[in-house]
């Protein structure tokens, strides 16, 4: 265990540092971030993209419940011709047959930096 893994343990500061991490990546990402709030039902394991692509919605569905609802897909992170595209999923629930299925996040494109 390295020293500053020890001392976050020690003082509990566990969630701080994972609030300070997720804000600083988002200041990275600035005004090249794009948020995504999906809900209905996670298609991203038989999506048929196979190169990286944006999370995106494949279909609509309506239901009684919670009318119109989205078959959706998350993403694929991978290397871009405009670079390396990064897709980060905050929050997701899996579904099931009372509940939709959600995904909360945002992707943004991480360019190369020339030196």
């Not at 995106?56 to 998350?74: A, P």
Request: with cysteine.
């Amino acid at each position: 265990m390295s020293d500053n893994t020890r001392l976050i343990t020690m003082f509990d500061l566990d969630r701080e540092v994972e609030a300070f991490v997720k804000a600083r990546v988002r200041d990275l990402c600035g005004k090249h971030r794009h948020d995504f709030h999906l809900s209905g039902s996670n298609h991203t394991n038989i999506c048929k993209i196979d190169q990286p692509h944006i999370p995106h919605i494949r279909s609509t569905y309506h239901t009684v419940r919670y009318g119109e609802l989205d078959h959706f897909c998350t993403g694929k992170q991978g290397a871009t011709p405009e670079g390396e595209l990064v897709i980060v999923v905050e929050k997701s629930s899996p579904g099931s047959p009372e509940y939709p299925a959600k995904a909360h996040g945002y992707w943004f494109i991480k360019e190369e930096v020339s030196t």
